[in-house]
Structures are given as C-alpha cells and as structure tokens.
C-alpha cells in the first residue's frame, strides 16, 4: 500500500505553517492570553543578599499601599504547600520561597498581589525584611571544604549526593597503560537564556480545592506531579494548560515551576485570579541557570593514543536547592561518558553540591557542555602530550562502523552511526586542508591562529528512568524501576472529514505543527493545510504522561514517530473502510491528492472527507474488524529504554547522533579578540524530517554556542552578590557576533525511531564550546602543554596570557576606581571640599543629627543611637535603580576636632553596601579644608544592574555629601558638572519604574 | 511636554497604525504596556524592559523606538506604527514573506522588533548593503535562530522592494 503517488511533503522544507501569524503580531505568547477580568498582578520581593537569616518581615506599609490585595510572606505559603519533592535521599527541605533564611540573590522573599503590576511593585518596595548576613559560599570546590559555611543545616554540609561508578576494570586498564594523562577543567555557569521571560495565570477554586494554571512551561510533564504534590492536591486538582506559542525555552522555562506553585497560593489567598510576569532581572538573577562544574579527567592511554580507561571526578554546583530534576545535569550523559570513543573501562566519582548560587535547571545542551568540554580538552592534552596528530588520536579511538547497536561501558546503546565515514567527509567538504594552510600561512606571517577540533555523540529522548542512576541500587530497588518514554499522539477526524493532530510536545519555536502536518497529510495523500495541528497541552483534556514536553530533542525521534504510527493505524482503518466502500481488497487502495480510491483504477475512488466521516455519519456501515475512525491516540515508548541494571548500567537515551566539529580562529595581535574565521559542523542525526528546521537547530545551537564560548557568564561575587543581572551585563551574541557554520550532514538513520529521526536541537551547545577553546589553545600555545582555558574566552582573559600581565600605570590615576573583590563590587576614592566655617563647628554639624539629616542626599532622617552611633534612612539611586537603605553608622578613632573614621552598613530592598572612610579637618585662616578617603562595597539588586555606574555614582553622592556640608556652613555650593550629573541620574532614576 | 503630577490619567492621543487613539494613561506607564495591555496591540513584544533586546521596537513618526524607553505620555500627537499594520490585507508584505521563506524566524518573539527596523530601515534607505542590514539588526537580540537566516530574509526582502531578483 502505497501512502500517496505526490511527492511525499515529509523531507522537504514546507513553509511553516506558524509563521504568517507570527510575522504578523498575531503569536499568542502567554501575555498576550486573555484573563479574566478581575485578575491581580504578582510582584515579588527577593533576596538581596547571597546567604543570610530572614529576621523579621514586615508587611505593614506594603499591606496599607494603593491596590494591594495581599502580601503573602514565606510563612504564609508554608501553611498551604508542602516541600517541594527533591530527588535524592537526602534531609532537606526544598521550598520554592525563602521561608527562615535566603541562599541565593533572587531568591523570592514576599509576594505582593495588587490591581497592577505597577502598584505590585510599588508596594514590594514597602515590604520591610530583616536579614542578619551569613557568610557565602560560591565555589562548588570551597563548598565542600570542612570550614565553609552550611547552606541547609540538616544536611550538616554542602554535599548533597555522593556516588561513584565502574565499569569494567578500570584499575588494572590505568595499571597496565603506559600513559596515564589528566586535566583539570572548570566550566562556569550561563544560560541560554530565551527573550521571553516566564509568565504565569493562576486561579484557585475552593468548591473543588482545585488549581487551574497556564504557564509557559516547557515540561518534562513529571514537573506536574512535583507541583501537585507540593500544592497538596491530587493530580486531576492541578489542570495545567500551556500557551499556544512561547517565546524560546531551550530548557529555561522547566525552571517556572515553583512559581506555578507560588502564584496558585497567591491566587488561593488573594481569592481571585492572578498573573504574573517575569522581569529581566528577575529573570537573569533567579530563573534557572546551567550547572558549572570542576571537572578532573584522566585516561589511560596507549602509545599510539587509544584510550583504554577514562576516571571522571566531577563536583557539580546546582546553585542553592536541589530543584527537581536536578542532579539530572550530572545524569543524562551517564550512558555517554565515553562520547563517541570505544573505551571499555570506566570509574566516576560524581558530587553534588549546594552554593550560593540560583539553582540549576534545564538548559540546551543538559549536561553535554560540561563533560564534552572536558572530554575533548582531555582528547587536545593526550594528542599534545603524545605528540600525536590531533585527528589521528581521535579517529583511532572511535566506535567502529560496524559495532552499532553499541553497548558502552556505562550501559547506553548508540543506535547508529558511522562515525569515521562522517568525519572523513567533514575533513574533506569542509576543506579542513585549505584551513591548515590558512594557519600555516597566518603563523608564518607572525599571526596567532589555532585549529581545534570536537567530537560528540548527542544523546536525544531521555530515558525517564535514567535519573534513578543517582541512586544506589539498593535504593532503585525499594523504589521499583523507573524507565521508559511515553510519547503520545492523537489524529482525529471530524464530521466533515477533516483531520485534526494533538499532541504534547509543547513547542517553543521549532515548528513542531509544521512537521506533524507534514507527516499526516503525507500518510493520508492531503495537502499541508488540510492537517490542522495543535502542540499546546491541558493536562485535563489531552492525552499527556510524564515525558511529555519539548526537551532532550525528543520531538523528530519520539513525537513525530508517535503521530506516524497513529497516522498509520488510522490511514489502515480508513483502508478498510474505503476497500468495503469500493469493493476492492484493502491492500489495494491508495491515498492520494486528497482522495482514497483503487491503485490499479483511478476512477475508482472517493473523497477522503467522505470515507474519513463515515463512522461519525453512518458507523453501522464499517467493517466489522474497524472499531471506530474517530480518533487514534498513541503511547509509544521504546523498548531500549530500560531501567538502569544492578550494576549501574543505564542507557539515558533513545537516540545517538554524531556531530564533528572543526574550526580556525584567530586572536587579534593587539586586542587579543579571538575572532571565529570558520566553522565546520558536521551531523548525524538520523533521517532529516525538514532540512531548513534541522539547519535552523543547529544554527540557532550554534549561535548560543558562540555567547557561552566568547561572551555569557553568570557572574556572581565572593559574597553570592549576583553581578550580570541586564543584557547590558549578560551579553548575548549579536548578529555581529555570530559567524554563518557551514553545515554537513551525514544521515544514518536510527532504527529505534519509527521515522528513524534522531534529536539535533543541542548537539553545538555541546561540541561548539570545547571546539573553539581547543582551538584558542591551538592558537596561544601551537606545541606543548596545553594551556588551561576557561570559558568565557573574552579578550581581557587573553591579552595577559600574549602580552603578559599589564604593568602597573606609571602614573596611578588617584580618582575612585571600581574593582572585583572578594565583596560585591568595590569602590574607593578620595575627595576634598573647602568650607566657610571654623573646625569646631564642622566637628560638631558632622555629629549632629539634624545637620546629618539635612546635608545626607535622600535622607528620610537620621537618629543618635549614642555618642558614636546613628541610624539614617535614606533613597539612593544608580542609574536606573534608585532604593531606599536603613543605615547604621558608627564613629571611631575620634580626634576632635581634626579626624574620624565613619562605618556603615546599609541594608535595603536594593542589596546591601558597607564601607568606612577617614574624614580630616584642616584650618585654612577662613574656613575648613576637609579631605576624605573612603572604601566601600556594594552588593545585591544595585550591583547586578548597575555595576557599571557604581564608581561615578558613589562619587556623586558622597561629593553631594559634602558640598551641602559646604553650603549648610555657608561654603561654596557645587554646581559644576558633577552636579549636573547628580541631577541627571536623578532624572533618569525618576523616569525608570523600578 | 505638559508637566504631570503621579495621580493624573490624562488621555494621550495618537495615531495607532492610520487610526486615532486616546487611551488613558498615568505619567510613568511605559509605551510598550499602554500598547500592549490598554489597546491590547500584544504584537509587540517585551524581552527585557531595558532597551537591550529590541523585542518591543515600533515606530514612532517613521523612526524606529523601543516601546520599553519611551513613556506613553510622550506619544501624544505622534504617529505609531506596529508590527500589526506591516502585512496589507490577508496579504503579508514582502518583508514578512521573506521571514516566512527563509525560516527567518523560529519563536518569533523577537521578530516584531527586527520587522519594524528592517521595514524603517528599507523605507529611508532601498538600497541598504549588507553591512547596513548588519548594523541595524545589530541592535536586536534573536535566541533561536542564529542571525542567519534572517539577514538572508533582509537581503531578499530589500531586492523584492525594489523589484529586483528575489534571491540575495
Ligand atoms: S523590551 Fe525594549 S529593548 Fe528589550
Ligand atoms: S525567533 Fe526566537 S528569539 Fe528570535
């Protein structure tokens, strides 16, 4: 039986049928739903410190504000959720809001519902919290040290989970190798941070005890139990809906599903439904990141560089709570930890630990940048090392062509492949021959030019047991296995015999609707738009299981095969229909050109439509062996997908493509930027479904690629004060910044996928970043050792490593100067000012409190505490962001009237500063010389977004300080251009809505 | 600009895509939610509310604005243009067309923004080169696609404009 005699749809790259309403405005993203009238707005008041106890929090002002219907508090919600689930054994708790104490900046502190979000946030600056700081801890490695401090107390350290592995004989292999050849890799956090941020609807019925929420979520739907259990309701009380388009994903938006819980408990305790809208900094600074990792690798190595043993020790930092599905980060590439390589024996030691840090989540890419990065930097040491030829140490430790199906030694079966054929072809239509000629005529020319080179096996369609492997055996077997991936399709037929797909894939910009229709109307020889399909999912209505949703590329292989086989049984019903119809046998009928009718006589036949309506019109009439032409709905879930084994073998995913990268870049003699001169990507990911979608994956993977390699960081300070909280500060490339790769592909197709498609969606995020850093080591370092590279290689990390370090200035610039330091950003600076009035009296109007609060810029007053202490109240503003701050000061080293030093702390909704600074009275004859010398630290909200305008600012402020000293003494005012910009900053703090 | 106190709601009224409108709006509600959330033009979208991303770009009198910067207040007496009003018809315009053919778009959150400079950027100069394009998506962020495809999408919509060869 032949699906249709046009030229099948499937294959081809159709416009997609998304985009006329998406280039038209017309995308239904989850701001733009309508809600019910009546809605309120959430606004959330967070963290501004890294780790510190909450106090007291006082909702008092915020209660009494303009629209306020609620504040709810940490407390508060706690009496209505439970914990949320964590997946590991472990004692702790896992709130999605700080309940006793904050462990990350961002972490949500309060709630406020109001009429709209600008009285929302109005009123989350009244929300008065009382935090006592704790020491913080950024670093996964510090965080393990005996004296660091403790995020969860019941854990009794920061080491959340322990395990460690072998496969084969690990010992013996490193005993008998000749090489044993190590590194020490450190791969820092980003995230492929989409531009819509998150965005949840929320109402509570009490009639029912039933939440109803529409989130743009991305799945796994085993997220929906999480939420239900911590909402305390059964599953069918949660009907969670997603929007019919979002705004890109790529993992971030599984991260929105503790503010599913926070905002059905707003909704619950507001009594009326809510919305809320993430903001970017809310978003930068508290969504989900990717995991960083420190990573030591060794092998053991032959001499001719085949690999017989690889010993993985990584400590994986998941930020400040183990948020379901995490450790996964650390899991999902367990099957895989030998990449595309044959290696028989392996040993892994994988820790899990808490920092103060914004917990991890899903990100493109899952796990994949953090071990092919040491992977493939360990493969550049061995060829380096050995004095091998860099290709050659990879090819000869390659899965062989004919091994597929091949078990590796940590338990996942690659499907298919043929791993060296690929390469071949990418070395010669890449023209890897003209490249090294490029190099070769660049360093002759004194250029620094590097070639580097990755390879990557990338997994798709996750084995929804593999997480399990976090567990010890024993604890596997209490908990019964868990495996599998149900994907589910449904394809419906309507009365007037037209065809309706639904599925659960929850795109976020891939065009899955464009590709099932593909897929269906082909089965049913109907045009592309005859097939209307839907992709969006209401838990209630749809046909759903735990692994749906759009992650670990599993639309091509698992979705798209699922509505193929429900497409089939449906097409082989309507076959039997039709034969009966025109008395033909059933092998006989063909579907084409919107019509079933008999191969071998074309003017035998009827219109799809009537046949396709035939069980809604007339069911007495079919065949007694069809049931019903309605509806098909299938589960598929691949046998491969087993649960781990006794001894810990796991096969984390369906499908395995291969992807082989090279690439040329050259670092600028004098700005040591590392520009990208050419990319090869080569791919395998199976039967290509639509050519341009697959291009558009691996570009668009690509492009995140280049930002994590040369530009992102999730920079946080010593004292957990996050520092990239704009895209002023996380820098996302640029058109200008992103090269056009040049594509190849190679397709083996997958023989566990019904259309034999693999996922492609993550494969550079994995192979780009480790492709580029070994070709920036090729380049600083063309022989020898490798020098050690950490991601993001910007310009400022390379000049030092070809200039040397920069020299001292000859002439120290004396003005403020804004620096990292252990705190959050540091400023220092000095200044004078000239006053009308004798020593004594400046002496006394600097301890008086009247005169503090008159001359203090923003000051909402000032109070003596005693001799030597005062508190102060006061507004200040960076840039956009202007805050109000409790202050304590306190006096010392008192020399009256000639010197004192002024300490302060200042606490505020903002983030926190402290500082001291030594003031000197000089006499002039006519007046008072006063000069000044301070050091101050800025940390929280002022220095993630403001970082940049710190220095000026703080010079503006205390500068304003003292020329309205200068003025209150009957001194000279300042009205020179620091004035003006004090006035300025004023104005745009104004302007601003924060 | 008449100065405004924070509790006055005063109309402002503009042109919207050929017609007038006078929603109100308090003195610091920012363009881009007076578009979106009281006239409910959801075409134009936020990504970051700090005039980075370009996602919410419109035009005002011709020029290409960040609806995020730009008060609502100061609207008054301008002519706006949005995503909404680019396609004549059921039709889309050639700048849309060349999006939808060259897969210039994946999410299409960003494409609103990058759609309204492109199309200021064609009406004042036709014959923009490559690196013009260049520059003036270089102020728009796009997540999904890579850029690519979308200065291809450029290059064939400028040629279309001007009713030369379709391909770049
Ligand atoms: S939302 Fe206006 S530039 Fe990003
Ligand atoms: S298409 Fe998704 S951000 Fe550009």
Redesign the pocket.
């Known amino acids: 039986m032949k699906d249709t005699a046009t030229e099948p749809l499937l294959g081809r790259s159709v416009e997609r049928i998304e985009d006329a309403a998406l280039v038209s405005g017309r995308g239904q993203f989850i701001d733009d739903l309508p809600v019910a009238t009546g809605t309120l707005a959430v606004a959330f008041v967070r963290a501004p410190h890294g780790h510190a106890d909450i106090k007291s929090v006082d909702v008092t002002a915020a209660t009494r504000a303009p629209g306020v219907a609620a504040v709810i508090t940490g407390q508060d919600v706690t009496r209505y959720i439970r914990s949320m689930t964590v997946g590991v054994k472990a004692n702790v708790e896992c709130w999605p809001i700080a309940v006793d104490r904050v462990r990350y900046v961002g972490e949500p502190v309060a709630m406020v519902v109001a009429t709209d979000r600008y009285l929302a946030e109005d009123a989350a600056d009244l929300v008065e919290v009382d935090y006592s700081p704790l020491t913080a801890v950024v670093d996964p490695v510090r965080a393990l040290a005996d004296d660091a401090p403790v995020l969860h107390q019941s854990l009794g350290s920061n080491l959340i989970n322990e395990r460690r592995f072998r496969y084969g004989d690990p010992e013996t292999a490193f005993d008998a190798a000749p090489h044993r050849i190590g590194i020490d890799v450190t791969y820092p956090r980003s995230a492929c941070t989409?531009?819509?941020t998150y965005g949840v609807i929320a109402r509570y019925e009490p009639g029912e005890d039933a939440y109803d929420i529409t989130a743009n979520f991305q799945g796994p739907f085993s997220i929906h139990a999480v939420v239900a259990r911590s909402l305390q309701v059964p599953g069918n009380r949660l009907r969670l809906r997603t929007p019919p388009d979002s705004?890109?994903s790529f993992g971030i938006k599984q991260g929105v599903f503790p503010y599913m819980i926070l905002s059905g408990v707003a909704a619950r305790i507001a009594g009326a439904p809510v919305k809320w809208i993430e903001d970017r900094l809310e978003h930068l600074s508290a969504s989900v990141s990717a995991t960083n990792r420190q990573t030591r690798i060794e092998a053991a190595v032959e001499a001719d560089g085949r690999i017989t043993a690889l010993d993985w020790d990584q400590i994986e930092d998941c930020g400040a709570h183990l948020r379901a599905p995490e450790p996964a980060t650390l899991y999902r590439m367990h099957g895989n930890m030998t990449g595309a390589y044959d290696i028989a024996n392996v040993a892994i030691r994988n820790r899990v630990v808490l920092t103060n840090k914004t917990p991890t989540g899903l990100n493109r890419g899952f796990g994949g940048p953090q071990i092919y990065f040491a992977l493939e930097r360990l493969m550049d040491t061995i060829a380096r090392q050995l004095g091998l030829d860099r290709l050659d140490v990879i090819r000869r430790n390659l899965v062989p062509a004919d091994a597929f199906p091949y078990r590796t030694a940590t338990g996942a079966l690659l499907d298919s492949g043929d791993y060296a054929a690929a390469m071949a072809r990418a070395v010669d239509e890449g023209g890897l021959a003209e490249l090294y000629a490029r190099r070769d005529t660049a360093r002759a020319e004194g250029r620094r030019y590097g070639i580097g080179f990755a390879c990557v096996v990338e997994p798709s369609v996750s084995n929804m047991g593999y997480i399990t492997t976090v567990l010890s055996s024993e604890e596997r077997a209490k908990a019964g296995p868990k495996n599998g991936a149900q994907a589910t399709a449904t394809v419906a037929i309507d009365p007037l015999g037209s065809v309706t797909v639904k599925v659960a894939s929850v795109p976020q910009?891939q065009g899955h609707r464009t590709v099932l229709a593909q897929v269906v109307a082909d089965k049913f020889g109907l045009p592309l738009d005859a097939v209307r399909v839907l992709a969006d999912v209401d838990t209630m209505r749809d046909a759903w299981s735990i692994a749906s949703g759009n992650y670990a590329s599993r639309f091509a292989p698992a979705v798209a095969g699922a509505t193929e086989i429900a497409a089939t049984r449906l097409r082989d019903k309507l076959a039997k229909v039709a034969a009966s119809q025109l008395n033909i046998g059933a092998s006989d009928v063909t579907f084409d050109a919107g019509r079933i009718g008999a191969a071998q006589n074309p003017d035998n036949s009827l219109s799809f439509a009537r046949v396709a309506a035939t069980a809604h019109w007339s069911p007495g009439t079919l065949p007694d062996d069809v049931g019903q032409t309605l509806r098909e709905t299938v589960f598929w879930t691949p046998p491969e997908l087993e649960a781990p084994t006794a001894d810990d073998g796991i096969n984390s995913s369906l499908c395995h493509g291969f992807i082989f990268d090279f690439c040329g870049i050259e670092i600028d003699p004098d700005t040591a930027e590392p520009r990208i001169d050419r990319y090869v990507t080569m791919h395998d990911c199976g039967r290509i479904l639509h050519p341009a979608m697959v291009d558009g994956q691996v570009r668009?993977g690509f492009a995140q690629a280049v930002g994590a390699a040369f530009l992102e960081e999730y920079a946080y300070g010593e004292d957990g004060s996050f520092r990239s909280g704009t895209l002023a500060d996380y820098l996302l490339p640029t058109v200008m910044e992103v090269p056009e790769p040049v594509i190849l592909h190679h397709e083996t197709p997958s023989p566990f996928t019904p259309l034999g498609a693999k996922g492609v969606g993550e494969g550079n995020c994995m192979s780009t970043p480790v492709c580029i850093a070994n070709a920036v080591a090729d380049a600083l370092a063309p022989e020898g050792d490798a020098p050690n590279i950490v991601l993001p290689v910007t310009a400022a990390k390379l000049a030092p490593l070809i200039h040397g370090e920069e020299p001292e200035p000859k002439e120290p610039v004396p003005e403020t100067k804004a620096e990292a330091t252990s705190g959050g950003r540091k400023l220092t600076g000095e200044g004078r000012a000239l006053v009308q009035a004798s020593r004594e009296d400046v002496w006394k109007m600097l301890l008086d409190p009247a005169t503090l609060d008159a001359i203090i810029p923003g000051s909402h007053g000032v109070q003596k505490v005693d001799e030597t202490r005062f508190k102060a109240d006061v507004t200040l503003g960076v840039g956009p962001v202007r805050g109000r701050y409790k202050a304590d000061i306190e006096l010392s080293d008192l020399d009256p009237p000639n010197a004192v030093t002024l300490s302060g702390q200042a606490v505020g909704a903002l983030g926190t500063g402290g500082g001291h600074g030594r003031v000197t009275l000089t006499d002039t004859g006519d007046g008072t010389e006063i000069t000044y010398r301070y050091e101050a630290e800025i940390g929280g909200k002022v220095a993630s977004v403001g970082g940049r305008l710190l220095d000026g600012a703080a010079k503006v402020v205390i500068g304003e300080f003292f020329r309205a000293l200068a003025r209150h003494c009957g001194g000279g005012a300042g009205n020179g251009p620091i004035a003006r910009l004090r006035g300025l900053l004023n104005r745009i703090a104004k302007g601003g809505r924060t | 600009m008449p100065r405004l106190t924070k509790d006055e709601k005063p109309a402002v009224r503009f042109t919207l895509n050929g017609r007038a409108v006078s929603p109100e709006a308090p003195p610091r509600m920012l363009l881009s939610d007076l578009l979106r959330h009281e006239i409910g033009a959801t075409g134009t979208h936020v990504?970051c509310e700090h005039g980075v991303c370009g996602?919410c770009t419109v035009q005002v009198d011709g020029a290409p604005v960040r609806a995020c910067l730009m008060l609502a207040q100061q609207a008054q007496g301008c002519d706006i243009r949005t995503v909404e009003a680019l396609a004549e018809g059921p039709e889309l315009s050639p700048l849309q067309a060349a999006f939808r053919e060259h897969f210039?778009?994946?999410?299409?959150?960003?494409?609103a923004g990058?759609l309204m400079t492109l199309d200021a950027l064609f009406a004042s100069q036709p014959e923009a080169d490559e690196a013009t394009i260049r520059e003036a998506l270089s102020g728009h962020?796009?997540?999904?696609?890579g850029y690519a495809p979308?200065v291809q999408a450029a290059l064939a919509a400028r040629n279309r404009i001007k009713g030369g060869p379709i391909d770049a």
């Open positions: 989409p531009i819509e705004g890109g910009g668009g | 990504g996602a210039a778009l994946q999410c299409g959150f960003c494409t990058i962020l796009c997540r999904c696609t979308i």
